[in-house]
Nanobody, 120 residues
Framework: QVQLVESGGGLVQAGGSLRLSCAAS?????????MGWYRQAPGKQRELVAS???????NYGDSVKGRFTISRDNAKNTVSLQMNSLKPEDTAVYYC?????????????WGQGTLVTVSS
């Protein structure tokens, strides 16, 4: 079984920074293609924050462009999200996502979520 484990959420003042990390691990051999971060604020739908392909191409949600940076380490099966100039509206539960495959099945993985709270 392959799973994603996130870390790095917390409370920060507006204008501050946080870094989220997500690591994939499992007993079976696996490979990951796209990785990304989504978020869900109370009463709102889950939305894409940023994604990155195995080759390093990135995509960002309009509300975070220029403030957030996604990166990954393919050798370590990790993805990170550097969040700068945080705003109260960035408050949400952030979820790591990855797609890939083991020898016998495709994977669509989600982390457990980590809460980011930005105070004004």
């Amino acid at each position: 079984q392959v799973q994603l484990v996130e870390s790095g959420g917390g409370l920060v003042q507006a204008g501050g920074s946080l870094r989220l990390s997500c690591a994939a691990s499992g007993r079976s051999a696996f490979s990951l293609n796209g990785m990304g971060w989504y978020r869900q604020a109370p009463g709102k739908q889950r939305e894409l924050v940023a994604s990155i392909t195995r080759g390093g191409s990135t995509n960002y949600g309009d509300s975070v462009k220029g403030r957030f940076t996604i990166s990954r380490d393919n050798a370590k099966n990790t993805v990170s999200l550097q969040m700068n100039s945080l705003k109260p509206e960035d408050t949400a539960v952030y979820y790591c996502n990855a797609d890939g495959a083991t020898m016998i099945k495709r994977l669509d993985l989600w982390g457990q979520g980590t809460l980011v709270t930005v105070s004004s």
